[in-house]
């Protein structure tokens, strides 16, 4: 069975601070790795792939460990604008496998 | 550029009402299609997919059907609503399995 576990969270985090929060992956067949974020009633968006060199976007920096099966998203310098669900993805020839998503709070 | 139009954005249906909900996209030829839902404060359930015009695959057994009568075109159904059928119904795109999907703007159904 294939399975994305996240933490629920919520994480509450103060403005400016940075936050990390991993995600497991059960099939090791996995090829393709996404954080996608998903504000409250909206529809889930790409916010970045991830790649096995680990990759940067701005603030954000997402890292896969293939060995342990885990996939890690930091979060620098954090904004309210960053308060969201994130979801973490994994997949391969046969879809994608979303995680229930990580609930992000960012207070002032 | 690709967009995915779903509508309507909001539904209320009585229970025992039928279903009809279309997803379409633009700007891209022959892509994998979705159907997922996803109940309030739960993950995104995959209900079906499709590879190509006719071709649905279901992924749990259910109260719903799907149908791909174009190829940017799809379509979720039901004879008869449950209570246990409301929900966020997200329909998503792809070039292909295990690539980035990228998802419509929903729709909420409140089946009372």
């Known amino acids: 069975r294939k399975e994305v576990e996240q933490d629920p969270g919520p994480f509450n985090v103060p403005e400016g601070a940075t936050v990390a929060f991993n995600c497991t992956y059960s099939?090791?067949?996995?090829?393709?790795f996404f954080w996608y974020r998903q504000d409250c009633r909206k529809e889930p968006k790409l916010l970045m792939s991830?790649?096995?060199s680990g990759n940067e976007d701005g603030r954000f920096t997402a890292q896969l460990n293939r060995a342990s099966q885990y996939i890690s998203l930091l979060i620098r310098d954090s904004k309210l604008s960053d308060s969201a669900t994130y979801l973490c993805?994994?997949?391969?020839?046969?879809?994608?496998?979303f995680g229930k998503g990580t609930h992000l709070i960012i207070q002032p | 550029s690709q967009t995915i139009h779903q509508w309507p954005a909001t539904l209320v249906q009585p229970v025992g009402s039928p279903l009809s909900l279309e997803c379409t996209v633009e700007?891209?030829?022959?892509?994998?299609l979705y159907w997922y839902r996803q109940a309030a404060g739960r993950g995104l359930q995959l209900l079906f997919y499709?590879?190509?015009?006719?071709?649905i695959s279901s992924e749990v057994p259910q109260n719903l059907s799907a149908s791909r009568p174009q190829d940017r075109q799809f379509i979720l159904s039901s004879k008869k609503l449950l209570l246990s059928d409301s929900g966020f119904y997200l329909c998503?795109?792809?070039?292909?399995?295990?690539?980035?999907?990228?998802f419509g703007a929903g729709t909420r159904l409140s089946v009372l």
């Open positions: 998503a795109w792809s070039t292909g399995e295990g690539n980035i999907q990228y």
């Open positions: 099939n090791s067949a996995s090829q393709s």
């Open positions: 991830v790649y096995s």
């Open positions: 993805v994994g997949g391969g020839a046969d879809g994608l496998t």
């Open positions: 700007g891209t030829s022959n892509p994998n």
């Open positions: 499709s590879v190509g015009i006719g071709q």
